[in-house]
């Protein structure tokens, strides 16, 4: 019985071993593999361009999209409170300049 379970604990030892070697492994890759793509977007700066107008296109149009949302959230949550009495009037001549705005805009 002993014996089995020094044999166990052995190729448990030695299961860790090889994991943690190979950890070590894949992370010196991932190192390398980072340092080749960074000496590759200096050696070609179109290609450098191209991902930095697609990242700055990408984020224009996320937060473009993010706040129209959050401004539809908002109309709708005050167009609930006009029947409120008090509240109503100040958020119904909110909702007024809003539309002024728009027409002005727009």
């Given at each position: 019985?002993?014996?089995?379970?020094?044999?166990?604990?052995?190729?448990?030892?030695?299961?860790?071993?090889?994991?943690?070697?190979?950890?070590?492994?894949?992370?010196?890759?991932?190192?390398?593999?980072?340092?080749?793509q960074a000496i590759e977007q200096y050696q070609h700066p179109k290609k450098r361009l191209k991902l930095n107008i697609l990242a700055l296109l990408s984020t224009t149009i996320g937060m473009g999209v993010g706040t129209i949302f959050v401004i539809f959230l908002v109309a709708l949550i005050l167009n609930a409170f006009i029947s409120l009495p008090l509240i109503g009037e100040s958020i119904n001549t909110l909702l007024e300049w809003i539309e002024r705005f728009k027409t002005v805009r727009g």
């Open positions: 019985m002993e014996k089995s379970r020094s044999s166990i604990t052995l190729k448990e030892d030695e299961l860790k071993l090889r994991v943690s070697q190979r950890e070590v492994w894949l992370a010196s890759r991932g190192e390398k593999l980072r340092f080749i």
